[in-house]
């Protein structure tokens, strides 16, 4: 199934950035940043990248990693000094030279979700992670997705990539998977009101599946085989030992020293 072709990120950055500005957006975001705080001082390198919908925030606060690269589809105030402008499709960073790379929504909102996290595969050095946060359509916000009209509204217009799906495309890229963690069981209604009458529900489907929550984290690393030179099997010549034949000089200097003697 193909995805629906979506406007460039630098022209709908503003209403997603209020969305996640809002209430909802808010109580979201801070689950999910709440996780990488857990996650992120376990992976240890020299570089980051980040690539989020709002590369102002400090995903890798809690990172050890201390040179962060925030990359921005357009040049705008707030940014830090490291920032690279950039369509995320297209990263203008060496192969093999990242150890963490955080992907935050940033194949919901893609023009073409693969490119981009083929792009972070690309960078991400052997042994190094790649963290991904999307929504998860396995959950009460993806079945509010595919019954809402306004799907033409943040954040109903993102991809809301299926869990599987991302788990073959980081086979094919040759990521391995360790660690997928879900989160976010309210229910997505913009009223705290509504929530709250809804809470039943939200505990009744935390209990029921883990997997279900508005979000799903997975956390996969670039494992590459070790190659083992393989040595050309060279043909030995035997070697035939002859006598040595000894100098006719040595018996020519006996010769003289009898002589004179």
Same mark, same amino acid.
């Given at each position: !199934?193909? +995805?629906?072709? #979506? *406007?460039?990120?630098?022209?709908?950055?503003?209403?997603?950035?209020?969305? &996640?500005?809002?209430?909802?957006?808010?109580? $979201?975001?801070?689950?999910?940043?709440?996780?990488?705080?857990?996650?992120?001082?376990?992976?240890?390198?020299?570089?980051?990248?980040?690539?989020?919908?709002?590369?102002?925030?400090?995903?890798?606060?809690?990172?050890?990693?201390?040179?962060? %690269?925030?990359?921005?589809?357009?040049?705008?105030?707030?940014?830090?000094? /490291?920032?690279?402008?950039?369509?995320?499709?297209?990263?203008?960073?060496?192969?093999?030279?990242?150890?963490?790379?955080?992907?935050?929504?940033?194949?919901? &909102?893609?023009?073409?979700?693969? #490119?981009? $996290?083929?792009?972070?595969?690309?960078?991400?050095? *052997?042994?190094?992670?790649?963290?991904?946060?999307? +929504?998860?359509?396995?959950?009460?916000?993806?079945?509010?997705?595919? =019954?809402?009209?306004?799907? #033409?509204?943040?954040?109903?217009?993102?991809?809301? %990539?299926?869990?599987?799906?991302?788990?073959?495309? $980081?086979? =094919?890229?040759?990521?391995?998977?360790?660690?997928?963690?879900?989160?976010?069981?309210?229910? *997505?209604?913009?009223?705290?009101?509504?929530?709250?009458?809804?809470?039943?529900? #939200?505990?009744?489907?935390?209990?029921?599946?883990?997997?279900?929550?508005? +979000? !799903? $984290?997975?956390?996969?690393?670039?494992?590459?085989?070790? !190659? /083992?030179?393989?040595?050309?099997?060279?043909?030995?010549?035997?070697?035939?030992?002859?006598?040595?034949?000894?100098?006719?000089?040595?018996?020519?200097?006996?010769? !003289?020293?009898?002589?004179?003697?």
């Amino acid at each position: !199934m193909g +995805f629906k072709q #979506q *406007p460039p990120l630098s022209e709908w950055l503003p209403e997603l950035r209020a969305w &996640f500005a809002s209430e909802l957006g808010q109580q $979201l975001l801070h689950l999910e940043r709440d996780l990488l705080d857990r996650l992120l001082p376990t992976m240890f390198g020299y570089h980051l990248v980040q690539i989020s919908i709002d590369n102002r925030l400090d995903l890798g606060r809690e990172s050890p990693i201390r040179h962060q %690269i925030p990359i921005n589809p357009i040049a705008e105030l707030g940014l830090p000094d /490291t920032a690279i402008i950039a369509r995320n499709e297209e990263l203008p960073l060496e192969h093999n030279s990242i150890d963490v790379v955080v992907l935050h929504h940033a194949l919901d &909102f893609a023009q073409s979700p693969h #490119q981009v $996290l083929r792009e972070a595969a690309r960078v991400l050095r *052997p042994g190094g992670y790649l963290v991904n946060i999307g +929504f998860n359509p396995i959950s009460w916000w993806g079945l509010y997705r595919r =019954l809402t009209f306004n799907k #033409q509204d943040v954040p109903w217009q993102g991809h809301f %990539i299926s869990p599987q799906r991302m788990h073959d495309w $980081l086979a =094919l890229l040759e990521l391995t998977e360790v660690k997928v963690i879900s989160d976010y069981y309210a229910l *997505p209604f913009e009223k705290a009101s509504w929530r709250q009458r809804s809470s039943a529900i #939200q505990s009744l489907t935390q209990r029921c599946s883990s997997n279900c929550g508005a +979000f !799903m $984290l997975q956390v996969a690393r670039k494992d590459v085989g070790g !190659m /083992t030179p393989v040595i050309p099997v060279r043909s030995k010549r035997k070697l035939i030992n002859l006598p040595l034949v000894e100098p006719s000089t040595r018996g020519a200097r006996g010769k !003289m020293s009898e002589e004179k003697s």
